[in-house]
């Protein structure tokens, strides 16, 4: 990845240790690191989070410019999530691409799976461009 287009994490996905790994033309991933602070009381990661590394990613993947000078920002208007299996390693490994749209709104799909290869979750979105 280009480091030019690498940006700081917002405070919220520093948080998370959600952290960048690629960037281009319909396309973003991202990693976060298991750790206990993400685990809901059963020892699992919390589904917030899951959903957090999904739609973060399909944000992204929705977003990109190509003029890392200019920003563009989008607003989630529709998000689901599909849980299918627990975590066997130590890392989550989000990929999303961006399927289509126009010029106020795009739709996204994106798959978290763990180190290991195992499918964890899936997601689709509907995100609205942000002026200004």
């Known amino acids: 990845m280009d480091d030019r287009f690498r940006?700081?994490?917002?405070a919220?996905?520093?948080h998370l240790d959600m952290r960048m790994v690629d960037w281009s033309d319909g396309y973003a991933r991202f990693e976060m690191p298991l750790a206990p602070?993400?685990?809901n009381r059963r020892g699992n990661p919390h589904g917030g989070a899951h959903a957090s590394l999904l739609?973060?990613?399909?944000?992204?993947a929705g977003c990109w410019t190509g003029d890392p000078a200019f920003k563009q920002m989008a607003l989630t208007l529709s998000l689901n999530v599909n849980y299918l299996s627990r975590p066997r390693g130590?890392?989550?490994i989000a990929e999303g691409?961006?399927?289509g749209g126009g010029k106020s709104t795009f739709f996204a799909e994106a798959e978290i799976k763990d180190d290991t290869g195992e499918l964890i979750a899936t997601g689709t979105g509907v995100f609205r461009y942000r002026k200004g």
Do not use: C, Q, R
């Open 97 to 99: 691409n961006k399927t």
């Open 7 to 10: 940006e700081t994490p917002y």
């Open 55 to 60: 739609d973060t990613v399909m944000g992204y």
């Open 90 to 92: 130590d890392m989550l």
């Open 12 to 14: 919220y996905s520093a």
């Open 37 to 39: 602070f993400i685990f």
